[in-house]
T-cell receptor, first 113, second 110 residues
Framework: EAQVTQNPRYLITVTGKKLTVTCSQN?????MSWYRQDPGLGLRQIYY???????DKGDVPEGYKVSRKEKRNFPLILESPSPNQTSLYFC????????????FGPGTRLTVL | DAKTTQPNSMESNEEEPVHLPCNHS???????IHWYRQLPSQGPEYVIH???SNVNNRMASLAIAEDRKSSTLILHRATLRDAAVYYC???????????FGAGTRLTVKP
């Protein structure tokens, strides 16, 4: 089954404790991206990647890192999480061009205390 | 990136058609128009997309204005399961970089 998986689905952590949210897709997609969703602010893009070893900032990249060492994986790294990074995070993947459907993961709900 | 404008909310009765409008007056000639929806407690899911011509699929129809400055998502017979936030977005042809606006919250009444 074609899918985007995210782990963990739920995470409660404390300020400053490094964490990684994994994202994996099984569709051989070149394009992957991360979004965060907050009440009243909608979905905002954090980072995206057009292919392996190619990443770029979205609209809200501060406090986040990403890497794209393999085509299928696009982890989101929070080196020193802060409470303002408490949010619902979504990973997405698609073929590279604009005429293609994007597939979204189920989301990761992160709480930073 | 082209900015999109949608009504904040709309209501529909079950089994009636719904027309969800989107304005994208700054769209470039090579941007695709995509629609996604987000059901409660789920990630966004693809609904339909098009470039210039109207499009139909099993979920919905997309009517694109001749000048491409607006489009309408048509749900032919709304069901309670169609209650969601619907997002319209314009995506460049040479990448799939998608930005979301606030979307339209569709309520379907039995």
């Amino acid at each position: 089954e074609a899918q985007v998986t995210q782990n963990p689905r739920y995470l409660i952590t404390v300020t400053g404790k490094k964490l990684t949210v994994t994202c994996s897709q099984n569709m051989n997609h070149e394009y992957m991206s991360w979004y965060r969703q907050d009440p009243g602010l909608g979905l905002r893009q954090i980072y995206y990647s057009m292919n392996v070893e190619v990443t770029d900032k979205g609209d809200v990249p501060e406090g986040y890192k990403v890497s794209r060492k393999e085509k299928r994986n696009f982890p989101l790294i929070l080196e020193s999480p802060s409470p303002n990074q408490t949010s619902l995070y979504f990973c997405a993947s698609s073929p590279p061009r604009g005429g293609n459907e994007q597939f979204f993961g189920p989301g990761t709900r992160l709480t930073v205390l | 990136d082209a900015k999109t404008t949608q009504p904040n909310s709309m209501e529909s009765n079950e089994e009636e058609p719904v027309h969800l409008p989107c304005n994208h007056s700054t769209i470039s000639g090579t941007d695709y128009i995509h629609w996604y929806r987000q059901l409660p407690s789920q990630g966004p899911e693809y609904v339909i997309h098009g470039l210039t011509s109207n499009v139909n699929n099993r979920m919905a129809s997309l009517a694109i204005a001749e000048d491409r400055k607006s489009s309408t998502l048509i749900l032919h017979r709304a069901t309670l399961r169609d209650a969601a936030v619907y997002y319209c977005t314009a995506i460049p042809y040479n990448n799939n970089d998608m930005r979301f606006g606030a979307g339209t919250r569709l309520t379907v009444k039995p």
